[in-house]
């Protein structure tokens, strides 16, 4: 699971992610309320711990942001501010639960299980599979056997439209277009380097597709069971 932590003060903020990544948690965490908006809108979480005071956008911001993108991304709130009406500012403008400082570490790890065991935190129905993966098309999460790895939304993006035409042969034309669309500026070079990254994230993950090269033409998938 993919948590970003959003909250200003570095000594909290960091040593709350490593408390987490020793629960397994992957953690991301930035400091400035514009930074937490660049990074929502370019990767997927399954959970956000979003500061209400912060430098540049301040959470009930960020989160009404979030709620208007129809990103309907767990958010637990964490402030000082503690009074009924800021709890009810908070939760009205979409978060899923306010905790208040300071607070235990075991409190806020019994908050984030809780919010992840809702079923809009696990993979989706509608996840696509080929050979030994599985890419949650929402969260931009790609499952292994017992693996995963977050993706960019590019890459996701990417691995989705090679795994809906699976037998296929996509041309170079046919992926810039499909995943760029169709007025964007972008080299082929750019084609190159995300497959690229396609490549190194199954190796990571040890699968056994690989994203075959068709000199001349483009790019498909195979998988080979041995």
Same mark, same amino acid.
């Given at each position: 699971?993919?948590?970003?932590?959003?909250?200003?003060?570095?000594?909290?903020?960091?040593?709350?992610?490593?408390?987490? /990544?020793?629960?397994?948690?992957?953690?991301?965490?930035?400091?400035?309320?514009?930074?937490?908006?660049?990074?929502?809108?370019?990767?997927?979480?399954?959970?956000?711990?979003?500061?209400?005071?912060?430098?540049?956008?301040?959470?009930?911001?960020?989160?009404?942001?979030?709620?208007?993108?129809?990103?309907?991304?767990?958010?637990?709130?964490?402030?000082?501010?503690?009074?009924?009406?800021?709890?009810?500012?908070?939760?009205?403008?979409?978060?899923?639960?306010?905790?208040?400082?300071?607070?235990?570490?075991?409190?806020?790890?019994?908050?984030?299980?809780?919010?992840?065991?809702?079923?809009?935190?696990?993979?989706?129905?509608?996840?696509?599979?080929?050979?030994?993966?599985?890419?949650?098309?929402?969260?931009?999460?790609?499952?292994?056997?017992?693996?995963?790895?977050?993706?960019?939304?590019?890459?996701?993006?990417?691995?989705?439209?090679?795994?809906?035409?699976?037998?296929?042969?996509?041309?170079? /034309?046919?992926?810039?277009?499909?995943?760029?669309?169709?007025?964007?500026?972008?080299?082929?070079?750019?084609?190159?380097?995300?497959?690229?990254?396609?490549?190194?994230?199954?190796?990571?993950?040890?699968?056994?597709?690989?994203?075959?090269?068709?000199?001349?033409?483009?790019?498909?998938?195979?998988?080979?069971?041995?």
């Amino acid at each position: 699971m993919h948590l970003l932590i959003v909250e200003d003060d570095v000594e909290l903020c960091n040593a709350t992610k490593q408390s987490l /990544e020793q629960e397994g948690y992957h953690v991301t965490v930035c400091y400035d309320g514009n930074d937490a908006l660049s990074y929502s809108s370019q990767y997927s979480y399954d959970l956000i711990i979003l500061d209400r005071l912060l430098p540049g956008k301040d959470g009930i911001s960020i989160l009404s942001h979030l709620r208007n993108e129809n990103n309907h991304i767990p958010v637990i709130m964490v402030t000082a501010l503690d009074s009924l009406n800021d709890r009810i500012d908070g939760l009205d403008s979409g978060a899923d639960d306010y905790l208040a400082k300071p607070f235990a570490i075991s409190e806020l790890k019994a908050r984030i299980r809780a919010l992840l065991r809702r079923p809009h935190s696990l993979k989706q129905k509608n996840a696509i599979s080929y050979g030994d993966i599985e890419l949650n098309p929402f969260s931009h999460i790609l499952y292994c056997n017992e693996k995963s790895i977050q993706l960019s939304k590019k890459e996701a993006y990417l691995l989705e439209y090679l795994m809906l035409n699976p037998t296929q042969t996509l041309t170079r /034309e046919q992926i810039l277009l499909r995943v760029w669309g169709e007025e964007a500026q972008v080299d082929e070079g750019s084609l190159d380097t995300y497959i690229y990254f396609l490549r190194r994230h199954l190796k990571s993950l040890q699968s056994k597709v690989l994203v075959k090269t068709v000199h001349g033409l483009g790019y498909h998938l195979d998988f080979s069971k041995s």
